[in-house]
């Protein structure tokens, strides 16, 4: 079946399409498609057509789809137990709990909740309880955040993002958040740093603000600023975190740097909602009995998934794998662009990579999308003007070369028709 033509949309696909347009709040735009089942690195619509998925659902299916260790993991945590609440505890939550702080480094305890939002929220709370229990006031409790931030979509995580389009309307927002003006610049976050400062916020590799890595050093010199100024250093890996560019966690890149809270989310359950905060020695105990909470968080369905996971990340051979795919990657983008001079840049670690549209293409990633969904392959966007890749880190190479025969044939239909 041609994937390009719309008119043969089968009927149930197109009924559903459109229930989803009327049913749902329409804040968000999904593709003339209903994805009906995955395996391994590619999707299937509902007309039996497969995608390669260089997206893994904005970075989650950390292990491609319907990996068997962890289809096995969840069907024997669902005959046996589904939710308790944090009244009791469970064997997966405390056993995952004990296994992400032994292989973080620096982290002695963790709190679990259900997205990257609410690690985040989790984290800034904590900030500012630490601060208050050193007695600081309310407008002592500031948190510094960069341009090009994402940090999630609750009001105060939308506030710490430091991109207007998504507050604009969501006023008041709350206080206690300061932007510097620029990623990735010493000087301008050193004029930022205030005796109000609690901690600096941010991602190793901005993801949603276009694929942009911390430069070499920049987080040495942001811990040591934070330790001089008696400041804390939240990492936000909800994206780039989980073994995604190469390491864990991605902060390990910059050798000797530790910080004091780590929020993980997306690619920690591989697909099952979870996310969790790692807390350093420092401010491990602030958060005392009754302070925060969530139903859902440690949910032993989530904390199974999230395990086999961490099993899969933490072994040498899929490290191995975004290294190599990594670089079979980018070489293929560079192959596309020597004859198609559509990318200025490509950019990112391990699988996240970001290839920035030459100026003559800006603002068209959507559309790029679109086109390259129509090839079989689907790939994200990062901002409308940077295409965003990040595939299982399990993909095979031969995958990924047909993702990348499939974009090229994309990319030659999006320029004939720009
Ligand atoms: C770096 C980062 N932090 C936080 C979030 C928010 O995560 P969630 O959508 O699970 O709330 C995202 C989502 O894209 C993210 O990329």
Not at 169 to 196: I, Q, T, W, Y
Not at 205 to 224: C, H
Not at 242 to 264: A, Y
Not at 349 to 362: C, E
Request: glycine share 10%; aromatic share 8%; hydrophobic share 40%.
């Amino acid at each position: 079946m041609d994937r390009n033509d719309d008119d043969r949309t089968n009927s149930r696909t197109k009924a559903l399409v459109a229930a989803g347009y009327r049913y749902y709040v329409p804040n968000y735009k999904p593709r003339h498609a209903i994805i009906a089942h995955g395996k391994g690195s590619k999707l299937f619509d509902l007309e039996g057509h497969d995608h390669i998925d260089l997206g893994a659902g904005i970075g989650v299916n950390t292990l491609g789809h319907q990996h068997p260790a962890l289809v096995d993991a969840l069907t024997a945590q669902a005959r046996r137990l589904w939710h308790t609440s944090n009244i009791y505890f469970t064997e997966p939550a405390v056993k995952l709990a004990q296994e992400l702080v032994t292989s973080s480094a620096f982290a002695t305890r963790v709190f679990f909740c259900n997205s990257g939002s609410e690690a985040n929220e989790a984290a800034i709370k904590l900030v500012r309880k630490w601060a208050a229990q050193r007695g600081k006031s309310p407008r002592e409790r500031e948190i510094i955040t960069f341009k090009g931030a994402f940090h999630g979509r609750t009001l105060a995580t939308v506030t710490a993002t430091a991109q207007p389009k998504y507050q604009d309307g969501f006023e008041p927002l709350p206080e206690g958040f300061v932007h510097c003006e620029a990623f990735n610049d010493e000087a301008a976050l050193e004029n930022r740093m205030s005796p109000k400062t609690a901690a600096v916020m941010l991602e190793p590799v901005q993801g949603e603000g276009g694929v942009i890595p911390a430069k070499p050093g920049f987080l040495k010199f942001v811990r040591a600023l934070c330790d001089r100024r008696d400041a804390l250093l939240v990492v936000d890996e909800v994206q780039c975190g989980m073994g995604r560019t190469g390491k864990l966690w991605c902060h390990m890149w910059e050798e000797g740097v530790k910080p004091d809270i780590l929020t993980s989310a997306k690619g920690l359950g591989g697909g099952f909602p979870i996310g969790a905060m790692l807390a350093g020695a420092k401010v491990a105990e602030v958060l005392q009995f009754g302070s925060h909470g969530s139903t859902f968080g440690g949910n032993p369905m989530a904390c199974a998934a999230a395990r086999v996971v961490l099993r899969h990340v933490c072994d040498p051979a899929v490290m191995a794998n975004v290294h190599a795919r990594g670089l079979q990657l980018h070489s293929a983008l560079k192959r596309i662009n020597d004859d198609h001079a559509i990318f200025a840049q490509v950019r990112g670690r391990g699988l996240m990579i970001g290839a920035v549209l030459d100026d003559f293409y800006q603002g068209r990633s959507g559309d790029l999308m679109e086109i390259a969904r129509k090839h079989g392959v689907l790939v994200l966007q990062a901002g409308p003007d940077v295409v965003r890749f990040l595939p299982p880190l399990t993909i095979t190479a031969d995958d990924l070369a047909e993702g990348m025969t499939r974009l090229r044939s994309a990319i030659a239909e999006f320029v004939r028709n720009t």
